[in-house]
């Protein structure tokens, strides 16, 4: 079983910056992919960001242009570096993990809260 452990939430003025990151533990795969979610209050959980160990990514239309997701295999690690945070970026992000880079999530995190102020 993988384990995940998220770090790096908290309170951020607008057009801050913020990194996340998530690091998994325990049976882990040298293919594999890993992916952030965020939830607002009162709102369902939407997809922002997947890396796959080969180095492929891929954005939500909301963050394109001012989030980065990024990885180090060594450490089984994926980071989430978001730039210009705005008030709607605040949410509880949640990172996850699949070995293989297609099908569903095995593992998530259990969130990190990113709260934007103005």
């Known amino acids: 079983q993988v384990q995940l452990s998220e770090t790096g939430g908290g309170l951020v003025q607008v057009g801050g910056s913020l990194r996340l990151s998530c690091a998994a533990s325990g049976e882990t795969s040298s293919r594999y992919a890993m992916g952030w979610y965020r939830q607002a209050p009162e709102k369902q959980r939407e997809w922002v960001a997947t890396i796959t160990s080969n180095g492929a990514t891929k954005y939500a239309n909301s963050v394109e242009g001012r989030f980065t997701i990024s990885a180090n295999n060594a450490k089984n690690t994926a980071y989430l570096q978001m730039y210009n945070l705005q008030p709607d970026d605040t949410a509880v992000y949640y990172c996850?993990?699949?070995?293989?880079?297609?099908?569903?999530?095995?593992?998530w995190g259990q969130g990190t809260q990113v709260t934007v102020s103005s």
């Open positions: 996850s993990w699949r070995p293989g880079y297609t099908g569903s999530w095995s593992q």
